[in-house]
């Protein structure tokens, strides 16, 4: 499987500001994805990051609150803006290789917000 | 109904117990099924895909049952490092409104495995 990673593992931010979290492949994968995982619950998908195109985002996840960007096939950024204390939780990026294969999780980035 | 539904837990069990999680979904369309593990404070690893055959990888044993809607994970002989959380995971039919590869993931059930 591709190994994955992601910067920064971990960060605190105050209300009101911005944070982008990279997430890098040491491989060319077809399909990239955004979830998320709030404390004590199970992951959500926030969005695939297309490449070369817009994201598509699922329902409850917007694209001014969450800008995606996937320049190419071995990386993405996911902006979370204008923080709230809400969006504190764990965001990770997974990679498919193709339409049938598994999912495989970067190690996440921890965020909290003041 | 929730997409997908898993037995709560925690399991507590010894060392060496045979153990028994189970899973229902509500998307019939549903193609594909994986288990995954999660660590405390870390992210979910794929444990093995479930088919519609069944099957099975050391200790683990998964099996599908498409008309109950359903997928049991069996884990014998267990081992102090089996303790996590396992995460049953189906994917969104497309045509239901998700993306390509959209998986839903249950709530998750907690092992503990003691000496």
């Known amino acids: 499987s591709a190994v994955i990673s992601q910067k920064p593992s971990r960060d605190i931010c105050q209300r009101g500001t911005s944070l982008t979290i990279q997430c890098q492949v040491d491989s060319q994968v077809t399909m990239m994805f955004w979830y998320r995982q709030q404390p004590g619950q199970s992951l959500t998908l926030i969005a695939t990051a297309n490449q070369g195109s817009e994201a598509t985002y699922e329902s409850g996840f917007v694209i001014d609150k969450f800008p995606i960007s996937r320049p190419n096939l071995t990386f993405s950024t996911l902006t979370v803006s204008n923080m709230s204390p809400e969006d504190s939780s764990i965001y990770l990026c997974?990679?498919?290789?193709?339409?049938?294969?598994?999912?495989?999780f970067g190690p996440g980035t921890r965020l909290t917000v003041t | 109904r929730k997409e997908v539904e898993q037995d709560p837990g925690p399991f507590n069990v010894p060392e060496g117990a045979t153990v028994a999680f189970n899973c229902t979904y509500s998307?019939?369309?549903?193609?594909?099924f994986f288990w995954y593990r999660q660590d405390c404070r870390k992210e979910p690893k794929l444990l093995m895909s479930v088919y519609s055959s069944g099957n099975e990888d050391g200790r683990f044993t998964a099996q599908l049952n498409r008309a109950s809607q359903y997928i049991s994970l069996l884990i014998r002989d267990s081992k102090l490092s089996d303790s996590a959380t396992y995460l049953c995971v189906v994917n969104r039919d497309p045509e239901d409104g998700g993306s390509q590869g959209n998986l839903i993931f249950g709530k998750g059930t907690k092992l503990s495995v003691k000496p």
């Open positions: 997974s990679v498919q290789q193709s339409r049938t294969s598994e999912q495989y």
């Open positions: 998307n019939s369309a549903s193609q594909s």
